[in-house]
């Protein structure tokens, strides 16, 4: 990932000098291989002089609902600066025993983004930066005996659609980062969690989002005062 994009793109981060960033996840960021430990491996190189702070609170399995619950100690007891939040996974996953709903409602996974949102809110100025849950391969979840539930790619396209309508940065508003259809070798075997390959693409769609927002903005109030002409 030393590519000229990336270099370029690390030094134009938003982050300033000493500040904290903590990221809220699942399985997918709970890993010593994650896409945030490779984050933080980079800025650490790329970004010494910043002197930033990353923690990753996230914990195998969690919806939306948990990191309500760990948000004071993990967030506001820290004293993040930015808050990063890459959930909804699980939250989709519909237990084996009971397929007819999913362990989080899409009202509820409405609801608890919006308190998120709003918590943060109160404890910093920047915005949040909000990760789409990549699809699945089902096949391989299919095949995997370890799993309790099941996880579809329609159930998750709704879940990104309510992250999607967030106000912050959106990373891969439409879950195509790990390819489409999703290419097997970005995944273990098991279907669901990321590989090696996986969470560089995760990260490379973090710097695209953190990095393109002025450019976007600009696009968009541009394209605004087009159709405002257009209306006249």
Do not use: C
């Not at 997918?28 to 490779?38: G, R």
């Not at 409405?110 to 699945?136: C, G, H, R, Y």
């Amino acid at each position: 990932m030393k590519d000229e994009t990336t270099i370029e793109q690390i030094s134009q981060l938003p982050f300033k000098k000493g500040d904290k960033i903590v990221v809220l996840g699942d399985s997918l960021t709970d890993d010593l291989q994650s896409w945030f430990e490779i984050l933080t491996h980079m800025l650490e190189i790329a970004l010494p002089d910043k002197d930033l702070f990353l923690k990753n609170a996230s914990l195998t399995g969690d919806t939306s609902y948990h990191a309500l619950k760990r948000f004071d100690r993990d967030v506001i007891a820290e004293q993040a600066d930015w808050v990063i939040i890459a959930l909804g996974t699980h939250d989709a996953e519909r237990p084996n025993f009971a397929a007819n709903r999913t362990m989080v409602s899409m009202a509820e996974f409405w609801e608890n983004l919006n308190t998120l949102d709003l918590a943060v809110k109160d404890i910093t100025q920047n915005p949040v930066v909000w990760i789409t849950p990549p699809p699945v391969i089902e096949e391989m979840m299919d095949e995997s005996p370890e799993f309790n539930g099941i996880i579809r790619e329609n159930d998750l396209v709704q879940y990104r659609d309510v992250i999607s309508g967030k106000s912050g940065y959106i990373v891969d508003p439409l879950g195509n980062r790990m390819g489409r259809p999703p290419k097997a070798w970005n995944y273990l075997n098991d279907g669901l969690h990321t590989s090696l390959a996986g969470h560089v693409q995760t990260v490379k769609a973090l710097l695209k989002a953190l990095t393109a927002k002025e450019e976007d903005e600009h696009d968009h109030h541009h394209h605004q005062d087009h159709d405002e002409d257009d209306a006249e």
